[in-house]
């Protein structure tokens, strides 16, 4: 069974960039059957899907945080990353990795979250 | 983008009773919904995939239905475990996912 597990820094100051990376056991990103997923969740609030990456490299955001958001893929280690700049406050959110079958449209395996906070 | 409307935002029912929430679709998503459970503290778990089946492992307690612009989920003979949020999210337009905003069921 696949299990991922997100890391990095818990505080970022405003203005700064945001760097999470999660982890893959259990199954290698290389494998082609998944899509590699980033997704949020602000305080009290819902779900929001940031991006998601194929092994190949290919990516797809959405549109409202494009500018600002970036994934890439460390097939070596079986690892896939965020970086999302310019922060402010409302980036507060717990960020989530997570699978998606290739062809599918949910999300079958989750990260357990991490918290950021976006603060000074 | 599609936006995803779901109804009530919270709920309050007791053991045994069969409760149904219901999310709307801005336009027509066909069968493209999910349905996931949220525990506080937790990630969510996938319930409902394709709009009426059942992940592996799921109770059959739990059933969806719908297509569309209107779905809904349905727990049959509620249980205190039950307590979480659910969530709907759409997946007709890809690559973007959008979600509800959630529903969450509480014990009276």
């Known amino acids: 069974q696949v299990q991922l597990q997100e890391s990095g820094p818990g505080l970022v100051k405003p203005s700064q960039t945001l760097s999470l990376t999660c982890t893959v056991s259990?199954?290698?990103?290389?494998?082609?059957?998944?899509?590699w997923n980033w997704i949020r969740q602000l305080p009290g609030k819902g779900l929001q899907w940031i991006g998601n990456?194929?092994?190949?490299?290919?990516?797809d955001y959405n549109p409202s945080l494009r500018s600002r958001a970036t994934i890439s893929v460390d097939t070596s280690k079986n690892q896939f990353s965020l970086k999302l700049s310019s922060v402010t406050a409302a980036d507060t959110a717990v960020y989530y990795c997570?699978?998606?079958?290739?062809?599918?449209?949910?999300?079958?395996?989750w990260g357990q979250g991490t918290l950021v906070t976006v603060s000074s | 983008d599609i936006q995803m409307t779901q109804s009530p935002s919270s709920l309050s029912a007791s053991v045994g009773d069969r409760l149904t929430i219901t999310c709307q679709a801005s336009?027509?998503?066909?069968?493209?919904l999910n349905w996931y459970q949220q525990k506080p503290g937790k990630a969510p778990k996938l319930l409902i995939y394709?709009?009426?089946n059942l992940e592996t492992g799921v109770p059959s307690r739990f059933s969806g239905s719908g297509s569309g612009t209107v779905f809904t989920f349905t727990i049959d003979n509620l249980r205190p475990d039950d307590i979480a949020t659910y969530y709907c999210?759409?997946?007709?337009?890809?690559?973007?996912?959008?979600f509800g905003q959630g529903t969450k069921v509480e014990i009276k």
């Open positions: 336009q027509d998503i066909s069968s493209s």
């Open positions: 394709d709009a009426s």
């Open positions: 259990g199954g290698s990103i290389s494998s082609g059957a998944y899509y």
């Open positions: 999210q759409q997946y007709d337009n890809l690559p973007s996912w959008t």
């Open positions: 997570a699978s998606g079958p290739l062809g599918e449209g949910h999300f079958d395996y």
């Open positions: 990456i194929y092994y190949s490299g290919s990516t």
